[in-house]
């Protein structure tokens, strides 16, 4: 308790409390109103909605162009999880556990990418690949998903090897264990909160990014954000309404999932 | 700057603990070898191609700096800068105000209250970004919601333009901003002991005088930290000005995407993001300047 009671007037808690609920509202709003949105039956997204429906979902389901999007969205996000997790992972150990001059200096290096504003990254990959002829291919959009994601899955990372005790490692290596095998048995499944974190960011990041996915992409490829932001500057139809919605719902349902394996470690801790 | 003190001492300790403990060069170098699939593949895609891209600048269509000259020169470009900066200024005040009473809220309330609006918080700043800037254009549209509400109520008579301008662009980004603010403080608040408020009133000071002479200052790291992380991210955002946004409220990022995929013009949209990288690397260096410590500062002391 800050300002405690006797501090505080009632006037200005009850102000508070108001202006919060309020604010608290202003952040829910858009999230709720494009749910209730994409099963309303209004075609000029009227609200409230005249009448309830599915047609949407239904059109959403049936359009090869929508699917093929969502399904190129899935699969880059994971393929960029798993980039992500491979990549940061030696980079925290030896971030973490290297004595070598110059380690803060190749954090900065190493976040930077969450520095920098995205529009450049995206300019700047962009012009490599389209020299190289890469764009709209899969390997374009991962590679550009793992520069940004990476900062998140090396931090996460970092934050649970710093909190796990190295001696215990180096137990496992004088009770016969090899260096190796240490690491993967012991080290591992004592860092997995930070790794599955890293891993969820990485995902989040990636399914989530529009401006280097509206870079990388060509006709025949696009993500789900790609396909929204084309139709979204030609009229805002509610089909883009039920494709915000599953944005959403897959964000949401990443964040319970954190939220359970943080509960889940806390209990076991 | 007087916040930047406390960052001072760690620095310092990190290095004396590095000074005690001399190991031999081998021993040093061991396990550097692990950074190197991701250095290279940093090196490979992001800064060669982040160099190449500056370098464009200076040397594209003929060497020189002459796109810098354009980019200040041009009363249009030069609007897009002042563009850029208003509209960062404007999404920093507003989220800071509606940031605050959220994040005191958390901090005042009781604990499982407090979780609730912060998992809001977190939810609406890991939900799609486009999804919600969908939304607001829907909001905000002339016959949408708000404007509908507005005039049942009679506050007004016709539809209030709030999209395409620069009011869409303010709502819609200070609206993704809060999170930003309310992390950060709340932690600062967190950390500010109950007992110096108790203090203040005991020493005779009205709640509010103890709000704005005690409390607020015993604040700032957090308001200064939340809002300068604001203001840069601000000035590098594209998707939110680009849907909420009209044509007479262009910023940078729109402008360098402008250039390269509807002009072609490199070089100018090469100044144009060396510009964005020089202001945002300078914000961010007071940025870290406010932080009490690097993650991996203090680690070697094992």
Not at chain 1, 168 to 175: F, G, L, S, Y
Not at chain 2, 6 to 23: K, T
Not at chain 2, 231 to 245: H, K, R, W
Request: hydrophobic share 55%.
């Amino acid at each position: 308790m800050l300002l405690t009671p006797n501090a505080m007037s009632r006037r200005m808690r009850f102000g508070l409390y108001a202006t919060t609920g309020l604010i608290g509202l202003f952040l829910l709003l858009p999230i709720v109103f494009i749910v209730l949105l994409s099963f309303g039956s209004s075609q000029w997204l009227v609200f409230p909605p005249p009448g309830w429906t599915l047609k949407w979902y239904g059109q959403f389901f049936s359009n090869p162009e929508w699917m093929s999007a969502a399904a190129a969205s899935l699969k880059v996000a994971v393929l960029t999880t798993i980039c992500a997790v491979a990549l940061g992972l030696p980079t925290a150990f030896a971030l973490v556990r290297g004595r070598f001059p110059g380690r803060e200096m190749l954090y900065g290096l190493f976040t930077l990418p969450m520095i920098v504003p995205l529009v450049i990254i995206a300019v700047a990959v962009y012009a490599l690949f389209l020299k190289l002829g890469y764009t709209g291919t899969m390997f374009a959009f991962v590679v550009s998903h793992v520069i940004v994601a990476l900062p998140f899955t090396i931090i996460s990372i970092i934050n649970s090897l710093k909190l796990f005790d190295q001696s215990i490692e180096d137990a496992a290596v004088i009770c016969g264990a090899s260096r190796l095998q240490a690491v993967f048995k012991v080290t591992f499944p004592a860092i997995r909160p930070g790794m599955v974190a890293g891993a969820l960011f990485a995902f989040l990041v990636s399914w989530d990014e529009v401006v280097l996915s509206v870079m990388m992409a060509s006709p025949t490829l696009q993500t789900l954000p790609v396909k929204m932001w084309t139709t979204l500057r030609q009229d805002l139809t509610p089909v883009i309404a039920v494709a915000s919605t599953l944005l959403i719902g897959l964000s949401v349902l990443v964040m319970v999932i954190a939220a359970a394996v943080r509960r889940r470690n806390e209990i076991s801790a | 700057m007087k916040m930047a003190a406390p960052a001072a001492p760690a620095v310092s300790a990190a290095g004396s603990a590095v000074a005690q403990h001399v190991p031999s060069l081998k021993q040093r170098w061991r396990g550097a070898g692990n950074l190197a699939p991701a250095l290279l593949f940093l090196g490979l895609f992001f800064l060669a191609p982040l160099i190449g891209l500056l370098l464009r600048g200076v040397l594209e269509p003929v060497p020189g700096i002459g796109n810098y000259e354009q980019l200040f020169a041009n009363s249009a470009y030069a609007r897009v800068l002042l563009n850029t900066f208003s509209v960062a200024g404007l999404v920093t005040v507003f989220s800071l105000l509606l940031g605050f009473p959220l994040a005191w809220a958390i901090t005042l309330v009781p604990r499982g209250w407090g979780r609730w609006i912060l998992n809001i918080v977190l939810l609406s700043m890991w939900t799609s970004l486009l999804a919600r800037t969908y939304s607001w254009l829907v909001l905000l549209q002339a016959s949408g919601v708000i404007n509908k509400a507005l005039m049942a109520m009679g506050i007004i008579d016709q539809p209030l333009e709030m999209v395409h301008n620069l009011t869409g662009v303010v709502i819609g980004m200070s609206y993704i901003m809060i999170p930003f603010i309310v992390l950060p403080l709340q932690a600062t608040m967190q950390a500010i002991d109950p007992m110096i408020l108790q203090a203040g009133s005991i020493c005779g000071a009205s709640p509010w005088t103890n709000f704005f002479r005690v409390f607020l200052p015993l604040c700032r790291p957090g308001l200064a930290s939340g809002g300068l992380m604001v203001f840069v991210m601000s000035l590098g955002y594209y998707v939110t000005p680009a849907l909420l946004g009209g044509a007479q409220n262009m910023m940078l990022p729109e402008f360098i995407i402008q250039q390269v995929q509807s002009f072609l013009n490199w070089g100018l949209a090469s100044a144009g993001a060396a510009l964005l990288i020089a202001i945002t690397l300078v914000l961010f260096y007071f940025y870290l300047k406010l932080q009490p410590e690097s993650p991996v500062g203090a680690s070697n002391a094992r």
